[in-house]
């Protein structure tokens, strides 16, 4: 009895220790996750690949609705990956339906739009979020299908023929009453066995698109893989921007990587891409995705008198351009492969994100980093692979690094003491690339880390949770 006695003791004081500036960190293999303004169980499940039910468990959370900012959350280990979901939970694709996630399901339309209250079936979004934990007898789960485009003079019965498919599972597949009522151009869901695509309807070329993490949340970031029955080139467009593609060494899978704005106003927007092929014809697909709230707070900073003059706008804008005309590069090479890692063994002072007011102005701006708050001198560590891009003394960011981790993604270390590498060298994870230090515009010794994707300053911390490459 004394030794649980002593042992809970010293937990206790273990977790009393945590800094309340840290928004996770780790003893041993135990993580810890302190609530912060705005988050959810259910996003911080998502962002950790755990769920809620694990989470609950695991903190003896008897009602999983009420959690309080600052809230000290145990979170259970795990494999992260970006195609993590919540069981009994569905998170729409592009090119789904609701007829589609119920075949996949095992369930009908009927039952889904009663569980979600879903009034126009024709009307979800990617990033939506469903409850598919009822099933339907008599209605096995299906999740494989091809899409065909009925040709003028076919009938359904020679489609069924050509796909050696049954009649009867086509109608269901297609919420069709009448084999004789379809029409030229229009699309078809065959199912199929399990080497056939996943069920969507999409226009060929296309046989495969996926993005992930969902939900796409404010001042985050998602990759966008698209699959192609041939060789295409391929372009699109989100939020005004323009979405850029790598081809995988198939040939026929295309990535691109994207990071959201972090001033973008909740809402939905949509994606659309082109695909042409070698003979010059051309298909567009376009789909509305929903972009969530990111969560974050406020910080008022208080800059000491003898570096108010930083703070002009004129000052901030032309070094911003500077650093961005370096970010907006694309790679072709991918050299980063999985999660990142962490570039200080430091607590996190300061997110990503938070709207900020110098010295008792407007929060009319953001962090556009992480700030690890490291003693001056202690190193700094590339989380990825990548090639040295910059390596400059600014009048804002002080020493200042940047690591070109191809396809449009880059790291970026601010404040340095130090800094260990040159433009053009090629770096490895977890190679020391300088220290940490007071330079620029600085109220203290620290490093500010920031992470660009696609031109887009964005929250580096979730790439050390999501694995941005794997399936």
Not at 207 to 216: D, I, N, S, T
Not at 275 to 303: H, K, P, Q
Not at 309 to 317: M, Q
Not at 343 to 369: K, L
Request: hydrophobic letters at 40%; glycine letters at 10%; charged letters at 15%.
């Amino acid at each position: 009895m004394r030794r649980r006695w002593l042992f809970w003791w010293c937990v206790i004081l273990v977790m009393s220790m945590a800094s309340p500036a840290l928004a996770q960190g780790s003893t041993g293999q135990t993580t810890v996750h302190v609530v912060q303004r705005g988050e959810t169980l259910y996003r911080i499940a998502l962002a950790y690949g755990t769920s809620v039910e694990a989470i609950a468990q695991t903190n003896s959370l008897s009602d999983v609705t009420n959690i309080q900012v600052g809230q000290r959350l145990i979170i259970p280990s795990g494999p992260v990956n970006a195609s993590v979901r919540t069981a009994g939970r569905h998170v729409v694709q592009p090119g789904e339906t609701l007829a589609h996630i119920a075949l996949r399901y095992g369930t009908t339309t009927e039952i889904l739009a009663a569980l979600n209250s879903v009034v126009n079936p024709a009307r979800l979004y990617v990033g939506q979020t469903l409850d598919v934990s009822q099933m339907a007898p008599g209605h096995p789960p299906l999740t494989n299908g091809y899409t065909v485009t009925v040709a003028p003079g076919e009938t359904l019965y020679r489609i069924a023929l050509r796909y050696h498919a049954s009649l009867n599972a086509i109608m269901r597949a297609n919420d069709l009453k009448s084999p004789a009522r379809i029409f030229p151009g229009q699309q078809i869901l065959i199912p199929a066995a399990a080497e056939a695509p996943a069920l969507q309807v999409l226009p060929a070329p296309l046989v495969g698109l996926a993005l992930a993490p969902l939900p796409v949340e404010v001042g985050r970031s998602f990759r966008v893989r698209v699959v192609s029955a041939e060789p295409v080139t391929i372009s699109g467009e989100f939020l005004d921007r323009d979405l850029v593609f790598f081809p995988e060494a198939d040939g026929r899978t295309y990535t691109a990587f994207y990071g959201v704005y972090a001033f973008t106003p909740p809402g939905t927007y949509p994606l659309t891409l082109t695909l042409t092929t070698g003979d010059g014809a051309s298909t567009m697909f376009s789909t509305e995705l929903r972009v969530a709230d990111g969560g974050y707070g406020n910080e008022t900073i208080t800059v000491p008198e003898s570096q108010e003059a930083l703070l002009d706008p004129a000052v901030n804008s032309a070094e911003h351009e500077l650093i961005a005309g370096v970010m907006r590069g694309h790679t072709p090479e991918r050299y980063f492969d999985g999660v990142m890692g962490l570039p200080a063994a430091a607590p996190v002072t300061s997110p990503f994100g938070t709207r900020r007011s110098y010295n008792g102005g407007a929060y009319d701006r953001f962090h556009t980093g992480t700030d690890f708050g490291g003693p001056p001198g202690a190193p700094i560590y590339a989380p990825a692979a990548g090639r040295v891009a910059l390596v400059d003394t600014l009048n804002i960011y002080g020493l200042f690094t940047i690591i070109d981790h191809g396809q449009g993604v880059f790291t970026a270390y601010a404040h340095q003491t130090e800094s260990y590498v040159q433009v053009g060298q090629q770096v490895e994870a977890g190679e020391v690339i300088g220290t940490i230090g007071n330079s620029g515009r600085s109220v203290g010794p620290h490093l500010h880390w920031e992470l660009w994707v696609n031109g887009v300053e964005t929250d580096a911390i979730q790439w050390t949770r999501v694995d941005f490459v794997a399936d």
